[in-house]
């Protein structure tokens, strides 16, 4: 495969993932030159030729998250102006994803905003990971190829399985999700029924299925501050659970989680490098961070060679 007229370029929210991703496909990492105005304004310059290349810019849109969607923005309408052939947007994270729907009264639709803002920029495609909604898709008139983790995750937890292994959704809202992980690892699956009553904040009701005397594998899409997981292993716990194991692609890790995680009873927390993990979390014991790199370098190489990327669609 030729080369020549592919480019990646990255804004400053994941630089080593995407520098990762570069060395799987043997490109180099598109330059570009950042700066501040004196009034924290962001001055970009795309500094090597794009005409008629096919543009990948990598940026997770993970906090601060309005600092790395203008990014993302500015980078898109840079290339847009310097006559790219084509411009995707690759989100290892996707900022505002969690109001996808109006469910109160006088609430935004956040995701579909960012949608049509990026659309709006000049972004011809979108490749995502792991959607906090998968009906997100819909928002975006531009083909959207929507990646998840688990492949990356069961590699991982195949080898820690035990016989005693049961896969445990942290919600009703997640079941789909750890179905799928408690099919390909041959298991069954428990569910917790909890109630939300504070943004950040939740209150664990009762669990369905069985979890005495079981190892725990919780799955979720992201772990923000954490207090769903802790509760949740709290809970697992209490009913006779022997151990909990936690996994997430997102490491959105918000304060104080990562000091909740050290100081609960969960043997270990699986996460991906789709955001740039903190150093608290990169020297925890409890916390394994996994590469998404070569799943999203094997995405970017079929689309550019528009060739099916169904197969990584599991």
């Known amino acids: 495969m030729k080369y020549d007229q592919i480019k990646i370029f990255c804004g400053n929210a994941n630089r080593p993932l995407a520098q990762e991703i570069c060395d799987h496909l043997g490109v180099p990492l598109g330059s570009a030159l950042w700066r501040n105005f004196a009034d924290g304004e962001m001055y970009l310059q795309i ?15 993970s906090k ?25 947007a ?8 969690r109001q996808d729907r109006k469910d109160r009264p006088r609430v935004p639709i956040s995701a579909k905003l960012i949608a049509k803002v990026l659309e709006t920029a000049g972004a011809d495609r979108l490749l995502a990971l ?3 909604a998968a009906q997100i898709q819909g928002f975006f008139d531009v083909p959207v190829d929507h990646l998840f983790a688990t492949p990356v995750m069961i590699d991982y937890l195949k080898s820690i399985q035990t016989p005693e292994t049961i896969v445990v959704s942290p919600d009703a809202g997640g079941v789909e999700r750890a179905r799928a992980f408690a099919k390909r690892l041959n298991v069954q699956l428990a569910i917790i029924d909890k109630r939300r009553e504070e943004v950040n904040v939740a209150e664990v009701m009762h669990i369905i299925g069985e979890v005495e005397g079981r190892d725990c ?3 979720d ?11 949740g292993a709290e809970a697992l716990l209490n009913a006779g659970a022997s151990s909990v194991t936690a996994c997430a692609t997102h490491a959105v890790l918000s304060p104080p989680s990562i000091e909740r995680i050290e100081a609960s009873r969960i043997k270990e927390v699986a996460l991906t490098n789709s955001i740039f993990p903190p150093e608290e979390a990169i020297k925890s014991a ?8 070569p799943l999203l370098a094997r995405a970017i190489q079929s689309i550019h060679e528009e060739t099916s990327v169904s197969t990584l669609f599991v």
Do not use: C, W
Request: aromatic share 6%.
């Open 217 to 219: 594998l919780m799955v």
């Open 286 to 293: 409890r916390i394994r961070i996994l590469s998404v790199a």
């Open 64 to 88: 601060p998250v309005d600092r790395h969607l203008i990014e993302l923005l500015l980078m898109i309408d840079a290339l847009k102006r310097a006559s790219a052939d084509r411009i995707t």
């Open 130 to 132: 792991d959607l906090h």
């Open 90 to 97: 690759v989100l290892p994270y996707y900022g505002y994803a």
């Open 221 to 231: 899409d992201l772990i923000d501050t954490a207090g769903t997981l802790v509760s």
């Open 47 to 61: 500094q090597e030729n794009v005409r008629g290349a096919d543009v990948f810019v990598v940026q997770p849109t």
